[in-house]
């Protein structure tokens, strides 16, 4: 297992303003995306698990503009002008974590969270799921300051005793994956 420090994103890319149908509108520099109350955009959430069942959470690198060192899904970014949310989400897990695996589209939705008074998220997210295990991971220190795998106990006990280390989006989406998506997890 290895790392790499790979620059893979800068606040000057443009992301793709959405209305709440998801329907393009335009782009925007993605720091103005997320300053004040944020404009809504498309992004992306994946989760990955292992074969024991187990869910991988990173730790977003202390650089982060929003939530950083606050523990997340395994990737979480944004469609660049002009790309697909699947393409991105392949792209972004092959830049944060080194692997390409195949993704099931779960659903999307959208959410505004504020974070302190430095901005916010205001996403229209596509979440997706796929599967790799650990010795697969190969972190982008640039992204990632800490990774591990989960036990769903173990992590409904944390977010239960710990809520506040764990982005809002994370949180929001782990509910209904299990509450509405969990076939997918059965393979």
């Not at 949310?85 to 589209?105: D, W």
């Not at 591990?148 to 509910?175: G, H, V």
Request: glycine share 4%; proline share 4%; hydrophobic share 35%.
């Amino acid at each position: 297992m290895s790392t790499f420090n790979e620059v893979v994103s800068s606040d000057l890319e443009d992301l793709i303003l959405v209305n709440a149908n998801d329907e393009e509108i335009g782009t925007r520099p993605k720091r103005e995306c997320h300053l004040k109350e944020g404009e809504l955009h498309r992004a992306f959430s994946v989760f990955i698990f292992n074969s024991a069942g187990e869910v991988l959470l990173q730790q977003r690198a202390a650089q982060k503009f929003l939530w950083p060192e606050y523990w997340s899904n395994a990737c979480c970014s944004h469609p660049r002008a002009g790309e697909e949310a699947g393409e991105a989400a392949h792209r972004r897990l092959k830049q944060e974590l080194g692997i390409s695996v195949p993704l099931t589209y779960l659903y999307k939705f959208e959410y505004h969270a504020r974070y302190q008074n430095v901005g916010s998220e205001h996403e229209l997210c596509w979440v997706w799921v796929g599967f790799a295990e650990a010795q697969d991971i190969s972190p982008n220190s640039n992204e990632v300051a800490d990774w591990r795998f989960f036990s769903k106990k173990a992590l409904d006990d944390e977010l239960s005793q710990n809520p506040d280390i764990y982005t809002p989006w994370m949180k929001m989406e782990w509910e209904r994956i299990f509450k509405d998506h969990k076939d997918v997890l059965n393979r």
